[in-house]
């Protein structure tokens, strides 16, 4: 949460475009970031806590909410818009804040009639190289993929290039569904 994301404006609403390299080696990533200038920006554990309107089934959300909190303590809040696929990459909207109390927030969600639905822990490793930002995560009992934002499909489609990861299997579509899908796990609950 520390490093500074790529992020494309229109307006006043970010527009976030990533996709996801499965199956990485992280050493191999790791070396393959740092020999094209990559710098490490965070490496750190993430705690992420998500909310919606309730009644609201799996898959019909309109729109993502979260508290998300670092091993150093920072609390972030998150509001992502449902994704737009635009090939490799997906497009969404996002509005992201810092907070210095998630427990009252998460007090005022209840209040406004959200329900927490889901938790998850992940441990990650930030890159930049600019205009590129890289994400290696790594939840419980799956093998790790890399996050690469851009400003286009196009342009992260150049990062994978740049890595030399043209063989691997990209996600454009959400964690959720990479999870249950994919690897047949428990999205609503992932802990170390």
Known sequence: MAAARQLVYYGRMAHEVET??????????????????????????LRVDWYRPQGIKEGEDPWFLRIRTDAEGRHEVTWKAKSEILG???????????ID???????LFAELGLEFYAHQEKKRTSYT?????????????????????GTSNEHVEEAIALLGLQAHTTWAHGERILIQERYHLDWYNMRF
């Open 129 to 149: 190289l600019a205009p590129w930002h890289f994400e290696i995560d790594e939840y419980p009992h799956m093998p790790p993929f890399l996050e690469i934002e």
């Open 88 to 98: 490799t990459a997906r497009r969404h909207k996002e509005i992201n804040f810092m």
């Open 101 to 107: 109390e998630p427990e009252k927030l998460a007090d």
């Open 20 to 45: 996801k390299v499965l199956e990485i080696d992280i050493g191999a990533i790791k070396e393959k970031l740092s020999a094209s200038g990559a710098k490490e920006t965070a490496s750190t554990i």
